[in-house]
């Protein structure tokens, strides 16, 4: 591309902000606000929940081995003597 045309994209961009802006609603900040305060207590309590969860997973997983005790080795399976053959 020539250096001296200039790209008609960037033209269209400049005039856009060059214009007047938009009128924004004067409690635009307040509702971001309160709603950003909502997303982010849902998200903790997401979290929080989610912790719970694994943590009583967890605890139910080890009282299970704790009684199932796995790394013991399993009594041998011998059959009894053949007798009156």
Known sequence: MSG????PREEQVRRMLDGPHPVLPPDLAARAARRGGRRLRWRRAAHRTAFWLLAAL???ALVRAGFEQ???AEPAQVT?????W
Request: hydrophobic fraction near 35%; avoid cysteine.
């Open 4 to 7: 001296d045309r200039p790209d």
């Open 58 to 60: 967890l605890v139910a």
């Open 70 to 72: 796995p790394w013991t």
């Open 80 to 84: 009894p003597p053949l007798e009156g």
